[in-house]
Nanobody, 127 residues
């Protein structure tokens, strides 16, 4: 059974930092690209960032470029998202997801590109 378990969320002031983790099990983690999405209150799921199998290529939505960084540790079957310079508009539930295809992904920005999702971890940015 595939499991994705996010952790690391919390309440932080604007300008602060958090590191999200996603512990994966039940599949060959190193063979799949992975992604992070978020959902703000009253809004749909928004793609945030993705990473290839070995971490050599990453993608980020424009609104987080230079502030967020995705990474992975295949030895630990864990995906990370470092959130720096947080803004109030970053407040959302953050989800990690396993890409639908093993190997090099063709597309990474759509929810349809992913097959399994975690339960999410809440990030709240507030003064």
């Amino acid at each position: 059974e595939v499991q994705l378990v996010e952790s690391g969320g919390g309440l932080v002031q604007p300008g602060g930092s958090l590191r999200l983790s996603c512990a994966a099990s039940g599949f060959a983690f190193s063979k799949y690209a992975m992604g992070w999405f978020r959902q703000a209150p009253g809004k749909g799921l928004e793609w945030v960032s993705s990473i290839t199998t070995l971490g050599g290529t990453t993608w980020h939505v424009d609104s987080v470029k230079g502030r967020f960084a995705i990474s992975r540790d295949n030895a630990k079957n864990t995906l990370y998202l470092q959130l720096n310079s947080l803004k109030i508009e970053d407040t959302a539930m953050y989800y990690c997801a396993q890409h639908r295809r093993s190997g090099l992904p063709i597309s990474v920005r759509s929810t349809d590109d992913y097959q399994n999702w975690g339960q999410g971890t809440q990030v709240t940015v507030s003064s």
